[in-house]
């Protein structure tokens, strides 16, 4: 008998007497006698249940629970997290905050589902609302293994007198195998490996941002949104500070000023988008050497990291590339 | 019946009447909502339902004599928070093994009422200790048991004894499911005496999750 085994036999409990259950029901029976029989929702005439014709069985289900929350007097999240169909939704002041439980289950569902898939991210980083650098990753996972492929385009500053400069691009491909991580540049692949190889991709897995939504970011509902011919519900968090860079280290060290979730009927997030803001300074010399103070030109600047994922839960393979090159990679 | 169609039945069932009709067939989301539309004895029929597990759950950390006269006080609690089960768990037993587990917090809250200040986060393994010491089968455990931390421990006890799925113990401990399959990991290697330190890729993949 192995371990587990002999624990789970250490844990039997022999059944009690009847009696035992019957006195506990019993007490409960009489507690609810004591506090009064609850009234039944709808008998006030305040909170009627609409007759949901047009909606689809889960929805009508979900707004019927809605019903039994409004009667406890708790959130409307806890039953349908997602929706606003009740019209207790909304982005108006008495929208319902989700609770922590229901972005639990939204974070649990999400990282279970996307075990497999494909994600796009684009992140933008913006002064004085032009780009200044933009990062467009593909991205195929498969459990911890992982393809990116990164467009990087970066956008020098306008000459003042002179033409304006063209932006460069630049193209890498990464990828996570096994716990080896490769990179092709020039045609070539190399392969790091070793415990820290995983920090080497320029992104961590895309299911992994997910785990950065926390409840205390008051995510609430602004309804139905049709995207692609399915139906997403829109949160939005009130308080968006909180979320911090999504885990994406560099990219948005600011001020978080704005967070979007679209989140499909299974609760699993399918778009996440998030804006921050930070000053930049540039400061330079008017005279040389400098014996006056630098003049300093501050711009507050705007990160945004939009992330689509796509073919949630389909079977990807991400193989190791052959011929790969062991040892650090040379940089660019 | 496929979900939907007990779904639309609930629907229908709360728009043409006030009165329950509940059934034995209803699941336990089902029974709960009844609760809250003013059913008691729908919710009385969710406690027989659950009542076994949910005694075998207080009697193994608390002792028999105990569980008695805490199971009174869980059915109490969880009438009271009914509004607060989630209804798209179709089975209440996380949910009440959460509510259990609360009651048996307070019930040694008040076992060590003379201690000046009470630690609500107290690990209750000696008490579990104590009991399971008369068991023979235990006896090599002891030592595995011991070097869990209390997280690593209740959640292997909660799958050994309770037969939680990780998702289900989530909800009972109120920590991510991917923190659960953390703990569970490392308990279970404990147990079995593999005392080496997770693997990069192993730490990599658990630190992501949680």
């Not at chain 1, 809605?66 to 999240?77: E, K, L, S, T």
């Not at chain 1, 007198?161 to 691009?169: A, D, K, V």
Request: with cysteine; aromatic share 8%.
């Amino acid at each position: 008998m192995d371990a587990f085994h002999s624990l789970r036999e250490a844990g039997t409990v022999d059944d009690p007497a009847p009696e035992v259950f019957e006195r506990a029901e019993q007490i409960l029976l009489e507690y609810i006698a004591s506090v009064g029989r609850p009234t039944a929702p709808w008998a006030s005439g305040h909170r009627r249940l609409k007759l949901l014709s047009g909606w689809s069985q889960p929805y009508r289900w979900l707004s019927a629970a809605a019903v039994f929350v409004v009667a406890g007097g708790v959130a409307f999240a806890v039953i349908n997290p997602w929706g606003s169909s009740s019209g207790l939704g909304g982005s108006g002041p008495s929208a319902q905050v989700l609770s922590p439980s229901s972005v639990r289950l939204m974070v649990d569902a999400t990282v279970a589902a996307l075990n497999s898939g494909a994600a796009q991210m684009n992140i933008t980083q913006s002064a004085g609302g032009s780009p200044v650098n933009q990062f467009s990753v593909d991205v195929t996972f498969s459990g911890e293994n992982l393809d990116e492929a990164v467009t990087f385009t970066s956008y020098p500053p306008s000459q003042s007198n002179g033409p304006p400069s063209n932006p460069s691009t630049s193209t890498s491909d990464l990828r996570f195998v096994d716990g080896s991580a490769y990179r092709q540049l020039a045609g070539q692949w190399y392969v790091e490996t070793g415990p820290n190889a995983s920090t080497f991709l320029t992104f961590p897995n895309p299911r992994s941002f997910v785990n950065h939504i926390s409840p205390s970011a008051d995510l609430v509902s602004l309804g139905q949104v049709d995207v692609g011919g399915e139906e997403l519900t829109h949160l939005q968090a009130r308080n968006p500070v909180v979320l911090g860079n999504l885990g994406i280290d560099g990219t948005a060290d600011g001020t978080d000023t704005a967070f979007d979730v679209w989140v499909d009927n299974k609760g699993v997030v399918q778009r996440m988008t998030m804006t921050d803001t930070y000053r930049t300074g540039v400061c330079v010399s008017e005279t040389t050497p400098a014996t006056v103070p630098m003049h300093c030109t501050y711009t507050d600047d705007t990160g945004t990291i939009d992330i689509k994922f796509s073919n949630v839960g389909s079977p990807e393979t991400v193989v190791a590339p052959v011929g790969a090159i062991p040892g650090s990679w040379p940089s660019n | 019946m496929v979900k939907e169609e007990c779904n639309a039945l609930v629907v229908s069932r709360l728009v043409q009447s006030e009165m329950s009709t509940w059934s034995e067939m209803d699941t336990d989301a089902q029974l709960i909502g009844w609760a809250i539309a003013g059913d008691s004895e729908a919710f009385a029929q969710l406690v027989r339902r659950h009542q076994g597990p949910v005694y075998a759950y207080l009697a193994r950390r608390a002792g028999s004599p105990a569980a008695e006269d805490l199971l009174a006080d869980v059915w109490m609690a969880a009438f009271r928070s009914r509004a607060s089960f989630d209804a798209r768990w179709d089975s209440a037993r996380p949910w009440l093994f959460g509510i259990a587990r609360n009651s048996l917090r307070k019930h040694w809250a008040r076992l060590r009422k003379e201690d000046a200040v009470q630690d609500e986060t107290s690990d209750p393994w000696p008490e579990v200790e104590d009991r399971l010491a008369a068991s023979v089968i235990v006896g090599n455990l002891s030592a595995a048991l011991n070097a869990l931390s209390p997280e690593q421990r209740e959640v292997l006890l909660l799958v050994a004894w309770e037969e939680l799925t990780p998702t289900e113990i989530a909800l009972v401990l109120g920590i991510p499911a991917s923190t659960v399959r953390s703990h569970l990991h490392r308990a279970r290697r404990s147990l079995l005496g593999d005392t080496t330190p997770l693997s990069a890729a192993e730490t990599s993949h658990y630190c992501k999750e949680t």
